[in-house]
């Protein structure tokens, strides 16, 4: 869509506003409409700073979704139900315009552009168009914050990075620092300080570099910070040793500890409680990150903004290959590494002897010049389809030799990493195929 055809969009909105009753005027209708009526209004208080705009949302059954308004000055600007679906249909239009989406939230335009729109209603007249509006906006919105967040269960002997992605922590000299300077200030007294100290010093963080809008930020950095982790979690020692649990993620994504109950069956009262804590450390010597180096680099490619299919390809496979890590259910596991690994070299029509195909073209992959380790490769792949097909089709649980689950996780790392070492010529997933295919004759493809 062009610069041009987004303003005319605009204006046309300009015209489906309307004035709203405020829903504060509106509570004697509602007093007897049941529970939904009463969950419906989401908060945003917390936007309400001197005489800036109110913004709300309340959702709307009929479409699924929330509708926002805006209050100034007393008065109330939105959308009938039913034009809400539209407007946010131009928003998608909108953040996919000159790259936006890579700089503002939804929920950021969502706002901006009806506080436009609003204006223009008002005013009768645009003094700018929505375009230039924006641009205005962006030149102030965009800020670059470094997003810090914290690691479980892993620790480093110095910091390192993954492209532009940075694993580090802080020393006890960083808050003796970060004390004088902040000591006698009444934002922070000495017991809020030693409770940073305890809570931060000495643990792991991911750090992420944006420059984008705050809520963008936040999503691109989590984004980028997930990845991260994902990526450390293809060199933990689950991939080694199968029957280990994975416990390195961001503390975002998993508790620290937990914790049940239980009572004796015969009792009403009387609880135990249980508690327990997802802790199994993995460290990471100088000595393993300085050997990782070359991978760190391939790695840190993919975060790159300019990305090819392959790229994407490649970032859900490293995406998958972390979450089957996780799994402790390790028929589950193979279940979702041949996921992946039909993900990477299957094409999206071929139907017809996957399996088969698969095993030859990781194979041929790792190992081009066949031999000995070409045909284990084989075998032993094809004991994980065995697995994989008794447990999904059958629901019979074969025997797992760890050996054999440990070479098939790391032999699909491995492929992992050499595709991405030979991305500048493997541009998409139809040329590695036709690459990994080029010795075989059409009938036996």
């Keep these: 869509m062009t610069e041009k055809q987004i303003d005319n969009k605009a204006f046309a909105f300009v015209e489906r506003l309307v004035v709203k009753e405020n829903d504060d005027n509106k509570n004697n209708r509602r007093r007897n409409k049941g529970s939904i009526e009463e969950v419906q209004v989401v908060d945003w208080s917390d936007k309400l700073v001197d005489d800036k705009p109110f913004i709300q949302k309340k959702y709307l059954p009929n479409i699924s979704d929330y ?22 249909k131009f928003i998608h239009e909108v953040v996919n315009y000159d790259s936006l989406n890579a700089k503002v939230s939804v929920e950021y335009l969502k706002e901006k552009v009806l506080l436009w729109i609003i204006e223009v209603f008002k ?3 645009a003094v700018q168009s929505l375009t230039l509006y924006l ?11 470094k997003y810090y967040y914290p690691v479980l269960n892993l620790t480093i002997e110095e910091p390192f990075s993954i492209g532009d992605i940075q694993f580090t922590y802080m020393t006890k000299d960083y808050f003796d620092e970060y004390w004088n300077k902040v000591k006698g200030n009444d934002n922070m007294t000495k017991d809020e300080f030693d409770s940073l100290l305890r809570k ?5 963080f991911v750090v992420v570099e944006t420059l984008a809008e705050n809520k963008k930020g936040q999503e691109i950095s989590y984004k980028k910070a997930c990845l991260a982790i994902d990526m450390i979690k293809l060199l933990s020692p689950t991939v080694y040793y199968p029957d280990l649990t994975c416990y390195i993620d961001l503390e975002k994504r998993i508790p620290y500890t937990s914790e049940y109950l239980t009572q004796n069956k015969n009792e009403k009262f009387g609880f135990g409680i249980n508690m327990s804590a997802n802790n199994n450390p993995f460290h990471m010597p100088k000595s393993l990150c300085h050997q990782l180096k070359s991978s760190f680099g391939l790695l840190g490619s993919l975060f790159d903004n300019e990305k090819n299919d392959l790229d994407e390809l490649l970032i859900n496979s490293i995406k998958l290959v972390a979450k089957a890590i996780k799994e402790t259910d390790l028929h589950l596991r193979i279940s979702f590494l041949i996921m992946v690994l039909e993900s990477i070299f299957l094409l999206d029509e071929e139907d ?7 095993k030859r073209r990781i194979s041929e992959l790792m190992f081009p010049t066949e031999g000995k380790k070409y045909r284990e490769l ?6 994980m389809y065995l697995i994989r097909h008794k447990m999904t089709h059958k629901s019979i649980r074969l025997y797992i030799e760890l050996q054999k689950l440990r070479e098939f996780q790391t032999n699909l790392i491995d492929s992992i990493i050499r595709i991405l070492h030979n991305k500048h010529k493997l541009t998409n997933k139809v040329v590695l195929i036709e690459y990994l295919d080029r010795k075989v004759k059409p009938q036996s493809a």
């Design 123 to 125: 005013s009768k007249r």
């Design 378 to 383: 084989l075998d032993l792949l094809t004991n």
């Design 200 to 204: 931060y010093q000495g643990r792991v």
């Design 135 to 145: 641009s205005g906006l962006l030149s102030k919105d965009l800020k670059a914050k």
């Design 67 to 88: 509708d926002i308004t805006i209050a100034i000055d007393g008065v109330c600007y939105g959308f009938s139900d039913g034009e809400y679906i539209d407007y946010y």
């Design 352 to 358: 017809y002897k996957m399996e088969k195909k698969c």
